[in-house]
């Protein structure tokens, strides 16, 4: 069974540009949650995805965005790069139940704003 | 400027011995526990997973401990190889709050040869 996959895995972008970051679930996986990993902050939730929902959020600024496929593919996108969005970006897939289940994560996207 | 990062707690400990690393969780509600295991340049790995009806659950060479009295949880590691150095995370979940993990800082775990 293949595992969570993240693209592109290393990304350089100027300040005031946007990105957009793509994700795969496990298939058979419909919930997908994205994090932020930075060495001052740690991992933090930006937010999830289910059923083509954003089912919850975390306390980032609007200009982090995010959608779901009908297929459970899911995007985010960050418009008007600043350097502090430089990070490592990771998305994890879970079943997505009502009950919490394991959340297996991707490899990550390393971000570097310059 | 630089930013200053997390200082992550680091636990040393040689091949072959036990190691026990500690969280303290935030939220008294939270009733789904994981710990993640990440190696540099990767995303974190699922090692094991505990819901508050139990204080204890078992896997291989891993035993996670809950104690909802002092939002206290610790992941034991049987016989600590090499391949077992990586920073170990804890992450928090609350049913019906979707799959939303709130993550600890993190331990570093140094095995030494």
């Known amino acids: 069974k293949a595992g969570v996959t993240q693209t592109p895995r290393y990304l350089i972008k100027t300040r005031g540009q946007q990105v957009t970051l793509s994700c795969s679930p496990i298939?058979?996986?419909?919930?997908v949650s994205w994090y932020q990993q930075t060495p001052g902050q740690g991992l933090q939730f930006l937010f999830e995805y289910f059923s083509e929902t954003q089912r919850n959020k975390g306390n980032f600024p609007g200009r982090f965005s995010g959608r779901q496929f009908s297929n459970s593919r899911s995007e985010m996108n960050v418009s008007t790069l600043e350097l502090g969005d430089s990070a490592l970006y990771l998305c994890a897939s879970s079943l997505g139940g009502t009950r919490n289940t394991e959340a297996f994560f991707g490899q990550g996207t390393r971000l570097t704003v310059v | 400027g630089e930013s200053v990062g997390l200082h992550l707690p680091t636990l040393s400990v040689q091949e072959g011995d036990n190691s026990i690393i500690n969280c303290a969780y935030s939220?008294?509600?939270?009733?789904?526990f994981i710990w993640y295991k990440q190696e540099s340049g990767k995303g974190p790995q699922f090692i094991i997973d505990?819901?508050?009806?139990?204080d204890k659950r078992q896997g291989q060479r891993v035993t996670v401990l809950l104690n909802k009295t002092v939002k206290h949880l610790s992941l034991q590691i049987a016989a600590t190889q090499p391949g077992d150095s990586a920073v170990y995370f804890c992450?928090?979940?609350?049913?019906?709050?979707?799959?939303?993990?709130?993550f600890g800082t993190g331990t570093q775990l140094k095995v030494e040869l």
């Open positions: 939220n008294s509600a939270s009733d789904y």
């Open positions: 992450a928090e979940a609350l049913t019906g709050g979707g799959n939303k993990l709130t």
């Open positions: 298939s058979g996986h419909r919930s």
């Open positions: 505990i819901r508050s009806n139990m």
